[in-house]
């Protein structure tokens, strides 16, 4: 069973990066074809999609975010990462990373506790 | 961006009853390859979100068959044939044709 568990700094001030790991367990993060994918909800509000990485390779971001933000892998420690650059007040939410069903469903069927991220000074 | 609005955005129900949620995107969702992409996602209090529905009308495995989403292109309906008190929280459509993927509002049902 696949399980995702999101790790990182739950203070970053104005103007820094945010920088936050997800770790996988019960499976390779190389094998098969699924797209890892960073969403966050900010109190009170909608989740936001923020973007994916691809086990054969490529990355999708969010128009809004795009300028900001960078997902990679790391296969040797299973694990994906989100960096966030330039952070304001508004990129305070709790972040989940999450695996979707199949690569050509785009539906996040795994899903991680989240981790709560306060950008404040 | 597609736009995805959600309705009612508060839902009061009695156990045992059913209910209904509507989505609207901005754009049809149907995918040449005839599958609608249009997910429904449920956050319990203090959960994360979990997949209810995919591609419009399919239940991952685990999911209770009192749960049916339907619709197409641009309007789709989230049922729930009985409602159990532990189906409490907010609900989300979510569209999955274009990037960004944009969910909707989310609707609270709560027990009466």
């Known amino acids: 069973q696949v399980q995702l568990q999101e790790s990182g700094p739950g203070l970053v001030r104005p103007s820094q990066t945010l920088s936050l790991t997800c770790t996988v367990s019960?499976?390779?993060?190389?094998?098969?074809?699924?797209?890892w994918t960073w969403i966050r909800q900010p109190a009170g509000r909608r989740l936001e999609w923020i973007g994916r990485?691809?086990?054969?390779?490529?990355?999708n971001y969010n128009p809004s975010l795009k300028s900001r933000v960078t997902i990679s892998l790391d296969t040797s420690k299973n694990q994906f990462s989100l960096k966030l650059t330039s952070v304001t007040a508004a990129d305070t939410a709790v972040y989940y990373c999450?695996?979707?069903?199949?690569?050509?469903?785009?539906?996040?069927?795994?899903w991680g506790q989240g981790t709560m991220v306060t950008v404040s000074s | 961006d597609i736009v995805m609005t959600q309705s009612p955005l508060s839902l009061p129900v009695t156990p045992g009853e059913p209910a209904s949620i509507s989505c609207r995107s901005s754009?049809?969702?149907?995918?040449?390859?005839?599958?609608?992409?249009l997910h429904w996602y449920l956050q319990k209090p203090g959960q994360s979100p979990q997949l209810l529905i995919y591609?419009?009308?399919n239940r991952p495995s685990g999911v209770p068959d009192r749960f049916s989403g339907s619709g197409s292109g641009t309007d789709f309906t989230l049922k729930i044939s009985r409602v159990a008190a532990e189906d409490v929280g907010v609900y989300y459509c979510?569209?999955?044709?274009?990037?960004?993927?944009?969910f909707g509002q989310g609707t609270k049902l709560e027990i009466k």
């Open positions: 754009q049809s969702l149907l995918h040449t390859n005839g599958y609608n992409y």
């Open positions: 999450a695996r979707d069903l199949s690569d050509w469903s785009n539906a996040f069927h795994i």
């Open positions: 591609l419009g009308s």
């Open positions: 990485f691809y086990t054969r390779g490529s990355t």
């Open positions: 979510m569209e999955a044709l274009l990037i960004p993927y944009n």
């Open positions: 019960g499976d390779s993060i190389s094998s098969g074809s699924y797209y």
